[in-house]
């Protein structure tokens, strides 16, 4: 019993090196010049641990989103709300500070993927930020803040904040992304706040 957990830890470690190292080569290089192998060797482990691990890069590249969600989840979980509003703000700057944590060139990596796959995973339903943050507007929408459809409201202020994403990478990550995305979010709020 004790050795499958040891061998549960040390295969999570060992994705989690996997995953590390992949993004530390996409901040240096273009994705399409990192191979496997590179990723393999920079994390000193086999080719056939790598896809023990993973379908390929485009899968580690969701891998990272999946993260991105879990980190965010227990983010969530831990703080202490002030209200809807308020929580739609901390849903976009925490959204934020993970490109710039991640670094402009590893997010156009993130970006450039998934324009060239066929299921976009950044746009899925599903993920823990597109779940909160319609939570979060119907809670506004309910408390009378905002008026409107929170799902279309969800997909328009996503849109926003990947377009600001997008032009921080043009803009050589020149200006502080977090307090762009709260600025520009809020101009969207207010065309759908009440009175």
Known sequence: MAETGK???????????IFKC????????PYEQVSVKDICDAAGVS???????????DNLLDEGYRVFDQQLEQ????????????????LIDHQMRSM??????AAAQYFKNQLSVDHSYMLD?????????????????GDGLLAGDP???????????????YDWNLHGHDYD??????HLVDILLEHYRLG
Not at 126 to 140: G, T, W, Y
Not at 177 to 182: E, H, I
């Open 100 to 105: 710039e944590a991640m670094g402009g060139f």
């Open 125 to 141: 339903a599903h993920r823990v930020l597109n779940i909160k943050l319609i939570e979060s507007l119907r809670r506004a929408i």
């Open 47 to 57: 080719v056939g641990a790598f896809y023990h691990h993973f379908e390929g890069k």
């Open 177 to 182: 992304l977090v307090a762009r995305g709260r």
């Open 22 to 29: 992949a993004l530390d080569l996409f901040a240096e290089h």
């Open 151 to 165: 799902d279309a409201i969800a997909e328009e202020i996503l849109c926003v904040t990947r377009g600001i994403i």
């Open 7 to 17: 061998r549960a830890l040390q295969a999570r470690e060992t994705k989690r090196a």
């Open 75 to 90: 983010d969530w979980d831990a703080r202490e709300t002030t209200g809807a509003i308020e929580d739609i703000h901390f």
